[in-house]
């Protein structure tokens, strides 16, 4: 008998220190790393082009746990800017508040951004429409791209900002 009690007693430590394991220790502001795309290349919105997507996908870090607003605030806390205009970054997706891991407040994971070729999605640079407006009908030569890349970069609670990442070049075919 004692001996089932001894191992039941290991077996509850074992359980109690597994259950005591300290959350990773991040900065307060978030940090971002590039992931990965899901395609280099992708054509502008058209008459006869099919709507398409860019999933962009990045993994973060905050040490004190903030990231993300709660459904009733209105904050875009994901800042965009295309490259050929790359200090205009632009509040362009909002982050769902995360529950915090373990018994600190450092947070991890990953998000996925979702670009689509559509109106104030993915445009060809036109000198007659700045990258501002939406994506424009215009005549291109045949075979016409624009290279660009994506610049990206969060915002917690409160209000500190991540580093800056890049995404590869991406290749959008005009016509």
Do not use: W
């Not at 746990?65 to 997706?93: E, I, M, T, Y």
């Not at 407040?105 to 670009?115: A, Q, Y």
């Not at 689509?116 to 993915?122: D, H, L």
């Amino acid at each position: 008998m004692s001996h089932k009690l001894f191992s039941i007693l290991i077996s509850l430590s074992f359980i109690f220190y597994m259950g005591c394991t300290d959350a990773p220790e991040y900065p307060d502001e978030p940090i971002i790393e590039y992931v990965g795309i899901n395609k280099a290349q992708i054509h502008q919105d058209g008459p006869d082009i099919p709507i398409d997507s860019l999933l962009i996908t990045i993994s973060f870090t905050d040490g004190d746990g903030d990231l993300g607003f709660s459904p009733q605030d209105n904050v875009l806390d994901v800042f965009v800017a295309d490259s050929r205009s790359p200090n205009n970054f632009v509040p362009s997706f909002k982050i769902p508040q995360i529950p915090k891991q373990g018994v600190g407040n450092g947070i991890s994971g990953e998000i996925t951004l979702m670009i689509r070729n559509t109106a104030f999605g993915i445009c060809c640079e036109n000198e007659d429409f700045p990258l501002a407006s939406p994506c424009q009908p215009a005549s291109y030569p045949t075979g016409s791209t624009n290279e660009m890349y994506y610049r990206i970069q969060i915002m917690d609670r409160a209000e500190n900002r991540s580093n800056i990442i890049e995404t590869i070049p991406i290749t959008i075919q005009c016509n």
